[in-house]
Nanobody, 124 residues
Framework: QVQLAESGGGLVQAGGSLRLSCAASGRTLSSYVMGWFRQAPGKEREFVVAINKSGQSTNYADSVKGRFTISRDNAKNTVYLQMNSLKPEDTAVYYC?????????????????WGQGTQVAVSS
């Protein structure tokens, strides 16, 4: 089973940028489809973006299209989430997750490994 650890969260003003990282250990990252989800207080876990094993295909939530970019470096066993033009409504705990197949990527129930989450707060 792969272990995942997010980093890079913090407090930023609206319009600012952050880059989140998700480091994998225990298994090689290239074996997994990777996704980012977020959860704000009192809300359900929300899909943000997913990337296939090679990095050739991505799937973004409409709310982040054009602002967020996912990438992966399989040699470094790390997935990144570049977040630009941040808005207060992006405030949440961000989680990376891994699954075996690139289908149903927007459904958090299909992921079998999760990181502990990293807090992102965007002030207005």
């Amino acid at each position: 089973q792969v272990q995942l650890a997010e980093s890079g969260g913090g407090l930023v003003q609206a319009g600012g940028s952050l880059r989140l990282s998700c480091a994998a250990s225990g298994r090689t990252l290239s074996s997994y489809v990777m996704g980012w989800f977020r959860q704000a207080p009192g809300k359900e876990r929300e899909f943000v973006v997913a990337i296939n094993k090679s990095g050739q295909s991505t799937n973004y939530a409409d709310s982040v299209k054009g602002r967020f970019t996912i990438s992966r470096d399989n040699a470094k066993n790390t997935v990144y989430l570049q977040m630009n033009s941040l808005k207060p409504e992006d405030t949440a705990v961000y989680y990376c997750a891994a699954k075996n197949y690139y289908y149903g990527v927007t459904d958090y129930r299909g992921y079998n490994a999760w990181g502990q989450g990293t807090q992102v707060a965007v002030s207005s």
